[in-house]
Nanobody, 126 residues
Framework: QVRLVESGGGSVQAGGSLRLSCAAF????????MGWFRQAPGTEREGVAS????????YYADSVKGRFTISQDNAKNTLYLQINSLKPEDTAMYYC???????????????????WGQGTQVTVSS
């Protein structure tokens, strides 16, 4: 059974940092693309970063470039999102996602991903 389990969220002050983790279980073969999304109340789910699991190429939404870094540890089947210089507008539920059908192509789109975690909450206070 495929599972994605996020961790590392929390409440921080503006300017702080967090490192989110996503542990992957049960995949019979490595996903082509993995990504991070976020969703604040009343808004659509937004793709913030993705990584091609084969080449390691990364893609970021313009709103997070320079502050967010996506990375992977294939030996641990774990995906990471380093978030620096946090802003109140970064407050959202953050989700990990995986695609076994589509290679990464730019800022991630939710419809390209078939597997999702339950999310981890990030709250940034000013």
């Amino acid at each position: 059974q495929v599972r994605l389990v996020e961790s590392g969220g929390g409440s921080v002050q503006a300017g702080g940092s967090l490192r989110l983790s996503c542990a992957a279980f049960g995949f019979t073969y490595q996903p082509y693309c993995m990504g991070w999304f976020r969703q604040a109340p009343g808004t659509e789910r937004e793709g913030v970063a993705s990584i091609d699991t084969n080449s390691g190429s990364t893609y970021y939404a313009d709103s997070v470039k320079g502050r967010f870094t996506i990375s992977q540890d294939n030996a641990k089947n774990t995906l990471y999102l380093q978030i620096n210089s946090l802003k109140p507008e970064d407050t959202a539920m953050y989700y990990c996602a995986a695609s076994q059908e589509t290679w990464c192509a730019g800022t991630p789109r939710a419809g390209d991903f078939g597997y999702w975690g339950q999310g981890t909450q990030v709250t940034v206070s000013s």
